[in-house]
């Protein structure tokens, strides 16, 4: 079993309620020694799969649907409940507890069920990474953050039993051991734009539109699949044939360009060109209100000029 604590970088997103005096104030780095271990034989084991708030993201989705043999939908359905992004206005999903225990769906008195495909949340504890760009909307230039710009940390909880045992790694072979590299890599673009709209904070909200789609396109790729396939998507947006290729059979290639998608339609990001004939068609639409816009203001002048009687005696020929 391991576990479902927050790294720095989650904390934002995967919200278990963490005692922030947990953390214990020691800026680790990849070569910090740490003793701990986690297995069947510890007094509280699986005592951390409950109570607990589980944020699925993309990736997680992705591989507990394959691990379950299901579609995203029926994941969706069975395994978890609408939340908010923390501090976002961006909908997700967490891991439904159930009912009258609060424990996680996957948990037996034996561990895990799903342990090689566990949510990103569960490897994360105890080792918590802290990236000095986060407050900064981590998601700025889209460059990879060099690692000196990370730290990491312990959290350590009062039932953890597993900082008794007499096992020591660097924090690169406990986050190694834990598959979280891979996880990080996987879940970056896609933390980047929550934490992006974080940024943001209460001063605009996304439209209902926006929400939706951000939703689906987070949660239920055979959806966004289709989406991209079966609408009028590939008339506005340019995508070559390889890359057609590949997210036409390759979940992951599919999730990748699904975090670029948004980013462009979100934030305004570069690199999903728009086809050059649907640009002049919106620069057209958009002048064409701009001109209805001006015609009507200058019927309204003149309306209120009679109304009063006056004479209208402004030159206001439309171009
Ligand atoms: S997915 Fe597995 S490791 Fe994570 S909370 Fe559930 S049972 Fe525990
Ligand atoms: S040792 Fe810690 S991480 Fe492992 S089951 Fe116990 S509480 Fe969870």
Request: net charge negative; charged share 35%.
């Amino acid at each position: 079993m391991s576990e479902k604590e927050m790294s720095g970088k989650e904390k934002v997103l995967f919200s278990k309620a963490t005692n922030p005096s947990n953390i214990l104030p020691k800026k680790l780095t990849l070569e910090s020694k740490i003793k701990f271990r986690c297995h069947p034989g510890v007094r509280c084991f699986t005592a951390c799969c409950g109570g607990i708030k589980i944020i699925l993201t993309p990736y997680d989705i992705l591989t507990l649907k394959k691990r379950l043999d299901i579609p995203a939908h029926e994941l969706l359905q069975q395994y978890t409940t609408p939340v908010y992004l923390e501090g976002t206005d961006m909908p997700g999903v967490a891991l439904k507890l159930t009912e009258g225990d609060n424990r996680c769906p996957f948990v037996t008195p034996e561990g895990c069920t799903v342990y090689t495909d566990r949510p990103s949340a569960c490897r994360y504890y105890p080792v918590g990474m802290a990236d000095f760009h986060e407050g900064q909307g981590a998601m700025g230039g889209g460059a990879d953050h060099k690692d000196e710009e990370k730290f990491f940390f312990i959290v350590k909880e009062d039932h953890c039993k597993g900082f008794e045992e007499d096992k020591e790694w660097t924090v690169a072979e406990w986050r190694a051991d834990q598959g979280v590299d891979v996880r990080d890599e996987m879940n970056k673009e896609w933390l980047r734009l929550v934490m992006r709209r974080k940024s943001f904070g209460h001063q605009a909200s996304l439209s209902e539109q926006a929400k939706r789609m951000f939703f689906m396109t987070s949660t239920d790729l055979d959806h966004f699949r289709r989406f991209i396939f079966e609408s009028s998507f590939l008339d506005t947006y340019q995508i070559d044939d390889e890359t057609l290729e590949k997210i036409k059979n390759d979940d992951v290639e599919l999730m990748l360009f699904s975090f670029k998608y948004l980013a462009a339609s979100l934030f305004g990001a570069e690199g999903l060109p728009i086809r050059e004939d649907k640009i002049q068609e919106k620069v057209k639409e958009i002048k064409k209100r701009q001109d209805d816009s001006v015609t009507q203001s200058i019927e309204d002048y003149k309306k209120i000029k009679a109304d009063r009687g006056e004479k209208i005696d402004m030159d206001l020929d439309m171009k």
